[in-house]
């Protein structure tokens, strides 16, 4: 039955975020029709990474996710705002996301850091105007998703949807 709860709130909070992003907020910040459906993207797989059975999980799976973001956004607006897209620069924004991330101890968040520092990237490629710009509105939909997942999570606890608020790291049965 949690599996069924889990799937179904999953599924709403998702809803939940995208809307968020491609309704509310590009009514403040909207560059473009394709920009709002990547934004909503974006903050529905932030919602899908933070969104687990036990709380604790839940804020473990934000901080990673809001991590990675935080150091992919710094390598790429940097890079962005002095030099247009080109393969090799991704690459070697991926290579130094995958060091810094090692080197603060967060081995685990390297993953997440490359994945996201080539998105960035290469939407910045298919859209070249203003292309800083990309760094700046992926951290917006990543808290937005992040916020939705973990308060979703907050609520499952609550209502006692897989593991209690206070069990930390134990798995639903």
Same mark, same amino acid.
């Given at each position: 039955?949690?599996?069924?709860? +889990?799937?179904?709130?999953?599924?709403?909070?998702?809803?939940?975020?995208? %809307?968020?992003?491609?309704?509310?907020?590009? +009514?403040?910040?909207?560059?473009?029709?394709?920009? =709002?459906?990547?934004?909503?993207?974006?903050?529905?797989?932030?919602? $899908?990474?933070?969104?687990?059975?036990?709380?604790?999980?839940?804020?473990?799976?934000?901080?990673?996710?809001? !991590?990675?973001?935080?150091?992919?956004?710094? #390598?790429?607006? $940097?890079?962005?705002?002095?030099?247009?897209?080109?393969? %090799?620069?991704?690459?070697?924004?991926? *290579? $130094?996301?995958?060091?810094?991330?090692?080197?603060? *101890?967060?081995?685990? =968040?390297?993953? /997440? /850091?490359? $994945?996201?520092?080539?998105?960035?990237?290469?939407?910045?490629?298919?859209?070249? =105007? +203003?292309? %800083?710009?990309?760094?700046? #509105?992926?951290?917006? =939909? /990543?808290?937005?998703?992040?916020?939705?997942?973990?308060?979703? /999570? %907050?609520?499952?606890?609550? #209502?006692?949807? *897989?593991? !209690?608020?206070?069990? *930390?790291?134990?798995?639903?049965?």
């Amino acid at each position: 039955m949690d599996a069924i709860l +889990h799937g179904l709130m999953v599924s709403v909070l998702c809803v939940a975020s995208y %809307w968020l992003i491609t309704q509310m907020l590009t +009514h403040v910040v909207s560059l473009s029709r394709d920009d =709002d459906l990547l934004g909503g993207m974006w903050a529905v797989i932030a919602t $899908i990474f933070v969104y687990r059975f036990c709380y604790k999980e839940s804020v473990r799976g934000a901080l990673s996710r809001i !991590s990675a973001t935080i150091l992919s956004f710094v #390598l790429c607006f $940097i890079y962005l705002l002095l030099f247009p897209f080109e393969p %090799w620069g991704m690459a070697a924004l991926i *290579g $130094i996301g995958a060091i810094v991330m090692s080197l603060l *101890g967060r081995p685990g =968040d390297v993953i /997440t /850091t490359g $994945i996201t520092t080539a998105v960035v990237m290469v939407v910045a490629a298919i859209s070249p =105007d +203003h292309a %800083w710009r990309q760094p700046v #509105l992926r951290v917006i =939909d /990543t808290v937005f998703g992040v916020t939705v997942g973990v308060f979703g /999570t %907050w609520i499952g606890s609550t #209502l006692s949807i *897989g593991c !209690s608020v206070t069990m *930390g790291g134990a798995s639903p049965e």
